[in-house]
């Protein structure tokens, strides 16, 4: 067991005490031995161990707390380039739409380009995941703007005919 001494200079010494019994040939109890061992060292080593250890846990803490801070900025930047990829992605797509679209056009007669129209609309509102879509006329000489061609979704009513001859001001 530990046991703490008080010395002359009122410093505290550590020390660990064995008991010890002794018999005589009979197995009486004769006397009784104490040993007492100075463990200064011992304590002093548990203590340095114990701040050592303290000191690793906090390096432990501090550097648990960095990576976690970096592997949420890499999975927040994971997160925008897959939204930045996806943008782009989308927006190849309608350029592409729309490059298949100016193709149709240019092989088309002026009698079909009314109902091409539409059709392209309708291709880029399904595109776009819009449920309509509406072609407007701006007539610089009346200030009006018209809605000349538009496409509905499946129930989406139309309201070309309540967008007509509407005045704008530049």
Known sequence: ADLLLLRADHSLLPVDVSVGLVRDRVGVVTGAVLILRDVTDAHRTTQELRHHRQHLEALVAERTR??????????????????????????????????????????????????????????????????????YLLHDVNAEISCEHEWCGPGVTPRRAAFQAWPHAD
């Open 66 to 135: 960095r990576l976690t801070d970096t592997n949420a900025l890499l999975l927040a930047e994971i997160d925008e380039r897959k939204r930045a990829e996806a943008s782009l992605a989308a927006r190849a797509r309608l350029e592409g739409l729309v490059n298949a679209i100016s193709a149709d056009f240019l092989s088309l007669p002026p009698s079909e380009c009314c109902p091409a129209t539409t059709l392209a609309l309708a291709r880029i509102g399904q595109a776009v995941g819009s449920d309509a879509v509406c072609l």
